[in-house]
Every structure is written in structure tokens, then in C-alpha cells.
């Protein structure tokens, strides 16, 4: 590719970024410019160590506060209005502070000078226990008769620092039900909290950096194994999932809440299946009033919905699974600076927009899916929020392709001068480059569900060549057919069966399905609907998502036909897999030449995996040795490919990306095989499409600057 393809590095993450879970959480480089977003509150913190002693001390005037700060820890982005960021911009603005608290904040010897936040009892917020209709409970200790209730068996809601929770007792099976039944939620794993890091370490295998995670400022939910003697109802809370996402109370209120309960709280978002989380007191109880039985409310309005953040074990240490509170929105600074602000828009689930000024990239907290008017609504309120925080009213925007993403619709009819369409999987990896400061072009393997191709198909197993927002297609992998459409996303057999027809055709497959106990519970009829509907091509798309490969196996291997929320099935079968077992046969692209038109040639071809996995269950091999065994098919097949890339290229760098990657056996697989001193992968920012918005911006910079048209 001549020099133009040599690498060109502009920075290191080492020199911008920071840990994850420890005090260098919120640390900001210096900008190449001055002005507009030099300025934005840091993120929310936990209750640090010397205001957690003042509400512990029965002598001093914080004691038992559950609104206690100082300019080290507390709330911060969730209670700003606007800047610059003083009090009477705050939704503390409301309190005026008393003699103590003005001595303090005018003191520079004191630990609360000039603390925006800082409160006591006898001039800040106060909190409350209230029933469903919000009407005040009388109680003389509002967190010790919640935590009474939540041993009752009861749900409540509560009011934290950037959202409501749903809380109820994680000990209980039919407690959790209940919850899962008016949540309606039916399987996905709930988190859970505990008092403290020993009550942790008896709820989960925390290693050193997971600990340093779960008890660093940020107290994200940290996912770690789930201990088989745990004090909980481990399957009810966590599901199918051998892991359990733990957290430490992060405010007074969680920790008295916590304390008086003395057991492990499922501590989860305070919405219905499908909506944003309340962040108003009217709000939650209109939507929490037939989930709670009871609220804890306060006084203290939250400005912007942060939820809050879940990390987990990556290879030499921890990354981000879901960005938000205790992250979010510190900056990232970029390899070069925009020449004017951008907006990225990012993707359609688990959302997350971006903006920039000068060289520093912010993104907004996790915003969730927006599927629902509800959930739009919130997306746009917070963005458009975060840029006018930063002073900005961005005229270049950077989106999905794809065309029924809300977030594309709302690009494409926001004023703009200049829109940058941004291909999915390139956005993933011009994340990764962008988190690390690369500036060069690299290998990508993107791996995910789906995505939109620009042949109009649903991509997701992609071998790409990015240099900036330039780019080729290497390599794919096969389509597999999906009758139905996106039912199969849920209806996984159907995935099954696509598979089984690619793999066998129609005969041999109609056979097999007789014979695997995925299709036990599928009627007859269905499968011969499904059967016709692909010899015919109707509402039968190819996929090529890794997602969708890892549903159909995990459906055959795993016997299950549905997926009760996402990734769910490509979870267990990753939770299955043990051993070190070699790959199954598969079979490689012809060639990577770049030019011309894209064909079967390219592509990865999994058939010849597919038929040996199936006549493996079929013999009866175990689920846990087919896991393996599939995982290691995948992880060669790609090694394979993206060896032969970097040889024809003369590049080094290869960046893996894309939700499929959470998959710690293919990331530790590929790895191993492709060498840790050429892989670059994201930690800052979600390989998942919460960090979509972080590589749409790095395009639309790098074309702002004239580097990529």
C-alpha cells in the first residue's frame, strides 16, 4: 500500500487516558484548545472515605446524612443545569447553605471550600419514605423502615443520585419473581449490592482488578463469577448467566439503605422492559406505581439521567461494558483536533452520543435502547443537553448507516452543514484506534449481531482494512439465512435451522431437525414454514453477524429455541465451553485481493463447522466439548485470515471490535494466536455499540481535516 499505509502515531493512551475503577478515573488531559468545553463537571463519585467517617460520627452535624460531599466525591454531572459549574446552576440551587455550611465552603483550609454540592441536615435535601401514591410514610428512620419492608419481601424504588432503582431482597427467589413479573423482565440478569468488599467477596470470585474496579471512585457494577456458594438466589437473580454484576453502595443513601438490610439488594433500573430509567419524582410514579410497593424519595432533583456503569474482566485487566456513572462525560482526547464541534449520533441500543470540541471527545452517559418514544425522547434530551453544557451547537454530524436507526433519522433531519454517514463496523474500530491515540491503519475484525452493510445486507463477521474513514472489505463470513427475519433474533431455532440448510440442504436438514432436541418444542408446521420460506428466499436475509453464528450454535449445542434477551444464548454457550478442544473443519477465502466486486470467495466459511458440530450432538458429545470446539473453529478460521491480511498489507496493527468480542474466549483465543503487541481493542469505551458514537466522530474529524474526503 505504499507509505501511506505505514503507521502514524499521534499520541498513547497512556499519556491521555486513564485506569479504570481507580482515582485516576477522572483525570483530563490538557486540550490543544482553549474556550468552548474546557469546562464540564467531572463525573458523579462515590461517598469518598473522610465524608463516609462524618456520617458514621454521632457527634457531627453530617451523621447519618444521606446527601454528605465535599469537593472530592458526590454528585456532579447528574446536578448540573448548566455552566459554569457553581451551585446556583445546581439543583442544589434551591438551598440556600447555613452558617456551617457557608463557614466551610469559604474556608480553604476546609475539605468543603468552595464544594458546590456540600449540604447538612440543617439546610440541604431531605429524604423520605412515601407509598405508591408518593404520599410521605410517617417514619422516624426512612432507610431502616425501608430495609424492614425489603425483608417483608417487598420492591421499592429508589431515588438515587442520577436515577430511580428498583431494590428488593437478592436472597429471595420469589421475591426476585415478583420483581421480573411486574419489571417485565423475564431472564435478563439483575445486579446486585452489598455493604462492603467482604460481603463481594462472598458473592462473587473478584480478582485484583476487579476489586480495584468495584471499590474505586467510579463503583461501577463489576461482572464476575458468581461463587457457588453465594448468599443469594443466584439463578433467580442472575438467570442463565454464571456471573453476577456486583456493586458497592456509591451514596449515604445506598450505604444506610445496604447496612440496615444487612444482605445482598437487587439494585436495577428504575423503568419498565424497554423504557429509560425515571429520573422525576412525578415521572417514577407514574411509571414505578405497579412495580414498587414503596419509594424512597428526596428533594434534590436530578438534572441528567446517569445510570450506572458495568465493567469486566478483559485480558490484562478491566473494561467497560456500559459507560456512565463515574465515567462519563470525562473526556477522551483524540490523536488531532476537530476544526470546528462535531455530534455523533452513535447507534440504535444501548446509545451513547458524542461530542467534540477541539480534541476532546465527550460522550454522554449510556442512554439505552430507543426503540420506544420514551426512549428517543430521553436520547435527544440528554445529547442535545451535553452540547449545550459545552457551549456548542454542532453543524457537522457523523451517524449510522443504517436508515430505521432513530439516531440516523434524527441526523439526517437535524440542520446541518455537513452529515458524515459512518459505516457500522469501521465506527467500532475507529473507536479502539481513537480511545488508544492511533492515528494509522490497521486490520479490523469486526464481530457483532448486525450491523448495515453498505450492499444493503446485515453485516457483523467482517475483516476490514481502515485507514481513517477510509476503508475495504477483506473478508466475511458466510451468510446464514434467517427465516423470519428478525424473529430469529429471538426465536434463535430459527438461526438453527438456517444453519442446518446452508450447511446440509434442505432434505438432510428437514431430517435433522427431527432428531435435535432445539426443535422439540417447535411445531412441526413452524419448521416446515421456516423450510419453505428459505427454498423460496421470503423474509429469509442472509446474515452474517458472528451474533447470529453463535445463535445457531449455541441453539443446536445448548437445545435452547428462544433468547429471552440479548446475546443470551451466545452467553451460555460461552459459559458452556471447557477444555482446550481443536477446531472443527471450516474453510478460507480464496483470496483478500480488495479489488472488485465482493463474493462468496472472500468469505469465511463456516459449513463445514456446522456439519461436524451437528453430527457430534447428534452422536451425543457434550455440550460443554461442541462449545469449545466451535469457539476454537472461530477463533482459527479468523487468526487464519487476518495472518494472510497482515502479510499481504505490511501492517501491523490489528483491532478487534464489535459486541462479539465481550466474548472472553474469542478475545483471549485471537490474542493468543494474533500476538498482544499488535491487537488493539477498546476499554474506555464499550466494544459494544455504546462506543459507536466515539468512532463516528473520529471519522467525521478525520474528514473535517481533510484526510478522508
Known amino acids: 500500500m505504499g507509505d501511506e499505509a505505514r503507521p502514524r502515531r499521534r499520541g498513547s493512551a497512556a499519556a491521555r487516558g486513564s485506569r479504570l475503577g481507580t482515582s485516576t478515573v477522572s483525570v483530563i488531559a490538557p486540550s490543544e484548545r482553549e474556550g468552548a468545553g474546557a469546562l464540564l463537571p467531572p463525573p458523579d463519585l462515590a461517598t469518598c472515605d473522610e465524608c463516609l467517617a462524618d456520617v458514621d460520627n454521632p457527634r457531627g452535624r453530617h451523621h447519618r446524612y444521606a446527601f454528605t460531599s465535599c469537593v472530592a466525591c458526590g454528585p456532579r454531572f447528574a446536578v448540573t443545569r448548566s455552566m459554569p459549574y457553581d451551585?446556583?446552576?445546581?439543583?442544589?440551587?434551591?438551598?440556600?447553605?447555613?452558617?456551617?455550611?457557608?463557614?466551610?465552603?469559604?474556608?480553604?483550609?476546609?475539605?468543603r471550600f468552595h464544594a458546590q454540592t456540600l449540604a447538612c441536615p440543617a439546610c440541604g435535601p431531605r429524604l423520605w419514605l412515601a407509598d405508591r401514591r408518593g404520599d410521605e410514610l410517617p417514619s422516624d428512620d426512612a432507610l431502616a423502615d425501608a430495609a424492614a419492608r425489603l425483608r417483608e419481601g417487598q420492591v421499592l424504588a429508589v431515588q438515587g443520585l442520577g436515577a430511580f432503582h428498583l431494590v428488593c431482597d437478592a436472597t429471595r427467589a420469589e421475591v426476585v419473581a415478583t420483581l421480573r413479573r411486574r419489571k417485565r423482565r423475564d431472564a435478563q440478569p439483575f445486579a446486585v449490592m452489598v455493604a462492603d468488599l467482604d460481603a463481594a467477596e462472598r458473592v462473587a470470585h473478584l480478582d485484583a482488578d476487579l476489586r480495584e474496579a468495584l471499590c474505586g471512585p467510579g463503583r461501577p457494577i463489576v461482572l464476575a463469577p458468581t461463587r457457588a456458594d453465594a448468599p443469594l438466589a443466584a439463578r433467580a437473580v442472575s438467570g442463565p448467566s454464571p456471573r453476577t454484576g456486583v456493586m458497592l453502595p456509591y451514596s449515604p443513601t445506598h450505604r444506610g439503605l445496604a447496612r440496615a438490610f444487612g444482605g445482598a439488594m437487587v439494585v436495577t433500573s428504575g423503568n419498565l422492559r424497554g423504557g429509560p430509567a425515571a429520573i422525576e419524582r412525578g415521572e417514577a410514579l407514574r411509571a414505578l406505581g405497579d412495580v414498587a410497593d414503596a419509594f424512597v424519595l428526596h428533594d434534590r432533583a436530578i438534572a441528567?439521567?446517569?445510570?450506572?456503569?458495568?465493567?469486566?474482566?478483559?485480558?490484562?485487566?478491566?473494561?467497560v461494558i456500559r459507560r456512565a456513572r463515574g465515567l462519563a462525560p470525562a473526556p477522551i482526547r483524540l490523536p488531532a483536533a476537530s476544526p470546528e464541534p462535531v455530534l455523533a449520533l452513535g447507534g440504535h441500543q444501548k446509545s451513547a452520543a458524542c461530542v467534540v470540541v477541539g480534541d476532546q471527545a465527550y460522550l454522554t452517559p449510556h442512554l439505552g435502547d430507543l426503540d420506544s418514544f420514551e426512549g428517543e425522547q430521553s436520547w435527544r434530551r440528554e445529547l442535545e443537553g451535553l452540547e449545550a453544557l459545552l457551549g456548542v451547537r454542532a453543524e457537522a454530524l457523523a451517524h449510522d448507516l443504517h436508515p430505521d436507526y432513530a439516531s440516523t433519522r434524527y441526523a439526517l433531519r437535524r440542520p446541518a452543514r455537513r452529515r458524515l454517514g459512518v459505516q457500522h463496523h469501521v465506527a467500532h474500530a475507529l473507536a479502539a484506534l481513537a480511545e488508544h491515540g492511533l492515528d494509522e491503519p490497521a486490520i479490523a475484525v469486526a464481530f457483532d449481531g448486525t450491523g448495515f452493510g453498505t450492499d444493503g445486507t446485515a453485516w457483523g463477521g467482517e475483516v476490514l482494512l481502515v485507514d481513517g474513514p477510509r476503508w475495504t472489505r477483506?473478508?466475511?463470513?458466510?451468510?446464514?439465512?434467517?427465516?423470519?427475519?428478525?424473529?430469529a433474533i429471538r426465536e434463535v431455532w430459527r438461526a438453527a435451522l438456517g444453519a442446518l440448510v446452508d450447511a446440509f440442504g434442505e432434505g438432510?436438514?428437514?431430517?435433522?431437525?427431527?432428531?435435535?432436541?432445539?426443535?422439540?418444542?417447535?411445531?412441526?408446521?413452524?419448521?416446515?414454514t421456516a423450510l419453505r420460506m428459505i427454498a423460496a428466499g421470503v423474509e429469509s436475509p442472509g446474515a452474517r453477524g458472528v451474533g447470529r453464528a453463535f445463535?445457531?450454535?449455541?441453539?443446536?449445542?445448548?437445545?435452547?429455541?428462544?433468547?429471552?434477551?440479548?446475546?443470551?444464548?451466545?452467553?451460555?454457550?460461552?459459559?458452556?465451553?471447557?477444555g482446550a478442544e481443536?477446531?472443527?473443519?471450516?474453510?478460507?477465502?480464496?483470496?483478500?485481493?480488495?479489488a472488485g466486486r465482493f463474493g462468496s470467495e472472500?468469505?469465511?466459511?463456516?459449513?463445514?463447522?456446522?456439519?461436524?458440530?451437528?453430527?457430534?450432538?447428534v452422536d451425543g458429545r457434550s455440550p460443554s466439548a461442541v462449545s469449545a470446539r466451535f469457539h476454537a473453529s472461530v477463533v482459527e478460521a479468523t487468526a487464519a485470515v487476518v495472518t494472510r491480511a497482515l502479510a499481504q498489507t505490511g501492517l501491523r496493527r490489528v483491532v478487534l471490535c464489535g459486541g462479539a468480542m465481550q466474548n472472553r474466549r474469542l478475545e483471549e483465543g485471537l490474542i493468543e494466536r494474533l500476538g498482544a503487541d499488535r491487537v488493539c481493542m477498546a476499554r474506555a469505551v464499550p466494544l459494544n455499540d455504546g462506543g459507536l458514537a466515539l468512532g463516528q466522530a473520529w471519522a467525521a474529524v478525520l474528514a473535517l481535516r481533510g484526510e478522508g474526503g
Do not use: N, Q
Not at 446552576?89 to 466551610?104: H, N, Q, V, Y
Open 582 to 594: 481443536g477446531p472443527y473443519p471450516f474453510a478460507l477465502p480464496v483470496e483478500l485481493d480488495p
Open 474 to 487: 477483506l473478508s466475511a463470513l458466510r451468510p446464514i439465512p434467517l427465516p423470519g427475519g428478525e424473529r
Open 304 to 319: 441528567r439521567r446517569v445510570e450506572d456503569s458495568v465493567v469486566a474482566r478483559a485480558h490484562r485487566g478491566v473494561r
Open 508 to 528: 438432510e436438514a428437514r431430517a435433522l431437525s427431527a432428531r435435535l432436541r432445539v426443535f422439540d418444542g417447535v411445531p412441526a408446521a413452524a419448521r416446515e
Open 602 to 617: 472472500r468469505e469465511i466459511d463456516l459449513r463445514p463447522t456446522f456439519r461436524a458440530l451437528t453430527r457430534e450432538l
Open 551 to 578: 445463535d445457531a450454535a449455541g441453539a443446536l449445542a445448548l437445545a435452547l429455541p428462544r433468547a429471552d434477551y440479548d446475546a443470551h444464548v451466545a452467553t451460555a454457550l460461552e459459559a458452556c465451553a471447557e
Open 87 to 111: 451551585r446556583e446552576r445546581t439543583t442544589l440551587a434551591g438551598f440556600t447553605p447555613c452558617a456551617e455550611c457557608a463557614r466551610e465552603h469559604a474556608d480553604p483550609s476546609a475539605r
